[in-house]
């Protein structure tokens, strides 16, 4: 399992620019912002925790569709599922290298990047931890959304489409989470329904994502 | 005779036949009567004013495109289970009636809304659930029309359904935190309960069944059609050979 | 006979003109591939019956 790890990890970093790109494209989303809202420093504080949650949850997008691609293409993915591994494990694993590639350097950056919107003192520590308890269910979605597309041509597009409104719970309570913090409120419900949320999405996603790949191999 | 008996095609296709222009028969009457009375012959309410007559259309498209997606959760876990082919074919079929039904809704809820609100549009978590699950009507329809090996796309079709109601249900109740406490009491959602006065409430729930009748008379002749098009596909593969 | 509609006039006739587009666009469609499909299973099928 963790030589699949190990292996995935590599493949994820050397192909596509590897985490600098999830990161490139969230720094230029957070970036183009004020250039659409203005730079209202107070508007700007006011949507900082939504916009960010928003442009990690794109930047997650980005590197979907190789997810599975390469391994259906050269036949490893046929190996995986015959492999005594279980191919719900093989898709926890290959979200899991997702997660580490895109997700977790999102959640270092984001608030080096929400300085630059002005979010509030009290709304950093929260900012940071919703994202980490919410962007492994990102990526662990993003897994079931991949192996509905797999070998699809334009399959980015169709996966956008399926996953996005997948996406909308874990948003909905990991931007409630950030600004609550950042008006000063208590954020641990939010943030204990978000874990939830992703704890049951890890449970889940990997059982849909393997019946997916068994009917994609056969 | 159990109620899988429906389940082999050609039997499907022969009752199906026998019972669709009955069915077409009570759509246009149902329909016809219940939308015809309450346009036409019932008051406004003291509440909506005049507006309340777009309830016999609100109502019932909501009432179907949830449903709908309920049955297309039903259909898919049997085609899942049980391979029967009819049950996957009839989740297809009953898509874009899903969809239509819910961008009716949409459009009567938005519109309703307009006069009490003010503006076009209003994140009202009734109408945002709406909106989300029109979305995901999309999602499976794309997902069906990408794949080209029906087995196959009746499989992920059939996982994306059961995986969309989890999270459908889920963004219901992440919506309403999302929104809650802004409009209570004057939501668009007009609980049948809430309905005391018979005036209104007897042709709606004509309208009701004559919308309930459409989608049954449509997800009839979808299902046939598909069955038909399955049949075809294979004609067309054994005469490429 | 025609109910007095007052000033929701617009909103609720255009309620009920999108409703009718969308249903009637909808049967439209499902009748038309109905057709469709049908003829082209009944032209396969001679085919077949002709081989």
């Known amino acids: 399992m963790r030589a699949l790890l190990r292996r995935d990890l590599r493949l994820a970093l050397r192909t596509g620019g590897g985490a600098g790109l999830g990161l490139a494209f969230f720094l230029i989303v957070v970036m183009l912002i004020p250039f659409g809202i203005g730079p209202d420093t107070a508007l700007l504080a006011r949507v900082a925790p939504g916009v960010l949650w928003v442009a990690a949850l794109l930047a997650c997008l980005l590197s979907l569709d190789r997810l599975f691609q390469a391994d259906a293409e050269d036949g490893s993915l046929d190996i995986l599922a015959l492999s005594p591994l279980p191919l719900e494990g093989v898709v926890l694993i290959k979200a899991l290298a997702h997660w580490l590639t895109t997700g977790l350097p999102l959640v270092l950056a984001a608030p080096v990047l929400a300085i630059a919107l002005n979010l509030p003192e009290s709304g950093y520590l929260w900012l940071i931890a919703s994202l980490a308890a919410g962007t492994p269910a990102l990526s662990a979605l993003g897994a079931f959304a991949a192996s509905l597309t797999v070998g699809l041509r334009r399959g980015g597009l169709l996966l956008s489409l399926l996953v996005l409104p997948l996406y909308i719970p874990t948003l909905i309570f990991g931007a409630r989470c950030a600004s609550l913090a950042a008006n000063g409120n208590d954020a641990l419900p939010a943030f204990l329904i978000l874990a939830g949320l992703s704890l049951g999405t890890l449970a889940v996603t990997p059982f849909a994502a393997a019946a997916a790949l068994r009917s994609q191999l056969r | ?241 | ?51």
């Open chain 2, 1 to 241: 005779m159990s109620f899988w008996e429906f389940a082999n095609p050609a039997r499907f296709m022969r009752l199906s036949g026998r019972v669709l222009p009955w069915v077409a028969g009570a759509t246009i009457l149902c329909l016809s009567a219940g939308l015809v009375w309450g346009f036409f012959l019932t008051p406004d309410a003291a509440q909506f004013g005049s507006t309340v007559k777009i309830i016999y259309i609100h109502v019932p498209s909501a009432f179907l495109a949830i449903n709908i997606y309920f049955m297309m959760f039903v259909t898919s876990l049997i085609w899942l289970i049980r391979r029967h082919h009819v049950s996957a074919l009839a989740a297809k079929a009953a898509a874009p009636i899903g969809a239509a039904m819910t961008l009716v809704a949409l459009i009567t809820g938005a519109l309703w809304g307009q006069p009490m609100w003010g503006t076009w549009w209003v994140w009202d978590p009734r109408l945002t659930s709406f909106l989300i699950m029109f979305v995901f009507y999309l999602g499976y329809l794309a997902l069906w029309a990408a794949i080209e090996e029906p087995d196959k796309a009746a499989d992920l079709t059939s996982i994306l359904a059961l995986v969309g109601s989890l999270f459908a249900v889920l963004s219901r109740y992440a919506v309403n935190f999302w929104n809650q406490g802004l409009h209570q009491g004057a939501s668009l959602s007009m609980d049948r309960e809430e309905n005391v006065s018979d005036i209104f409430w007897q042709p709606l729930v004509l309208s009701i069944i004559g919308f309930f009748a459409l989608f049954i008379l449509l997800l009839l002749i979808g299902t046939r059609t598909e069955i038909r098009s399955r049949r075809l596909r294979a004609l067309q593969m054994q005469e490429a050979v």
């Open chain 3, 1 to 51: 006979m025609w109910p007095d509609l007052g000033k929701y006039t617009d909103t609720i006739l255009g309620a009920y003109g999108a409703a009718i587009v969308v249903l009637a666009a909808l049967i439209i469609v499902y009748l038309r591939r109905n057709a469709r499909i049908r003829r082209a299973l009944a032209a396969a099928e001679a085919r077949k019956a002709a081989r």
